[in-house]
């Protein structure tokens, strides 16, 4: 092999070993791996805001709150660690090592894994919150909800592990060559992790929607049949609803938005040939990544309490006394 061609691998000591350099093509490979960066360092930033907010302000510390925290720390790994990675395997060859690749894989899919299990928790907060509200405030209480973050964190480490215990027992098992890092199952692994991460939860969380959505639709039907014949007295329990209703619209997108861009993947594992899985795999990946930065998006969009801790932040008004007491709700 000539010097040329030398000077375009990994380790050109390891010659017949040694994977080539990714691309260096502007439009496919620089560019896109700036778009990458500024997309990383929104997602970190928007995402730090989210847990900030949520943290720090007592009266935020609600349920449904807490399991939008649980996704922003789950979107926060993403933006620190997923992204980050994935734009240096694009732009440079893989230096780290085989142990480095298999503990990187690992955070990918406990990630995308933590992000299933706590879309699920919403839309069941959702679901009872809708559908049986008498009871809601007695079902889903703060104490159970962080109970259920914890397991729901410790399930998706654990299930990751077994998922790529091959990777760690073997580092480096699906490189075809020295300078890369390749997330790869083994048959069984692909099925199973076809059915947890996606076919389960999917039909939980369609089923539950679907049923939060029959029940919010009659009952903003009969809310603008009778609001002008409630006596003043009950105008509190109106309002109440009404926030029920409006928070399940909102967390409705949100879980769109995140079936949107979660699915893409999965669906090209089951229809894609394998030589064009490697291609396609990277955009819906990207497209999962971009879930996690427009997520805190949807917070601005939709929730005031969400823009008046952002300013309380930027202001520096946090670092006060009894800051942790303001009213954001």
């Known amino acids: 092999m000539d010097t040329g061609d030398q000077s375009d691998l990994c380790f050109p000591q390891q010659a017949n070993t040694s994977c080539r350099k990714p691309s260096s093509d502007w439009s496919d490979g620089v560019l896109f791996s700036v778009l990458l960066s500024a997309e990383c360092v929104l997602t970190v930033l928007l995402n730090l805001l989210v847990i900030i907010s949520i943290s720090h302000f007592r009266h935020l510390h609600t349920p449904t709150n807490l399991l939008l925290l649980s996704l922003a720390v789950s979107d ?42 706590n879309m699920v928790l919403i839309s069941a907060d959702r679901y009872v919150a809708i559908c049986d509200p008498l009871y809601y405030n007695v079902k889903v209480t703060v104490k159970k909800i962080q109970l259920c973050i914890c397991l729901s964190w410790v399930a998706s480490l654990l299930y ?48 539950l929607y679907l049923r939060v959505f029959v029940v919010a639709v009659i009952q903003a039907r009969a809310m603008r049949s009778h609001v002008k014949c409630v006596k003043l007295q009950h105008s509190a329990s109106f309002r109440a609803k009404s926030s029920e209703l409006k928070a399940a619209r909102t967390l409705g997108v949100l879980v769109l938005v995140f079936l949107v861009c979660f699915c893409p993947y999965y669906i090209v594992s089951l229809v894609a040939e394998n030589e064009n899985l490697g291609s396609l ?49």
Request: net charge neutral.
């Open 281 to 329: 795999t990277k955009y819906v990946l990207d497209l999962y990544g971009f879930n996690s930065c427009v997520n805190p998006l949807i917070y601005a969009f939709f929730y005031p309490w969400f823009r008046k801790a952002v300013k309380q932040i930027v202001s520096l008004r946090i670092v006060q006394p009894a800051s942790r007491d303001t009213k954001i709700l």
């Open 76 to 117: 926060l790994l993403v933006g620190f660690v997923a992204m980050p990675g994935e734009i240096y395997v694009r732009i440079s060859c893989w230096f780290l090592g085989d142990i480095v690749c298999s503990l990187w894989n690992y955070m990918c899919f406990t990630t995308a894994s933590s992000s299933v299990g």
């Open 160 to 207: 990751c592990a077994i998922l790529l215990k091959a990777q760690f027992d073997h580092p480096g098992i699906y490189n075809s060559c020295h300078g890369e890092c390749i997330n790869g199952l083994e048959i069984y692994g692909g099925i199973l992790d076809l059915v947890i991460n996606f076919a389960l939860p999917l039909s939980i969380i369609i089923t």
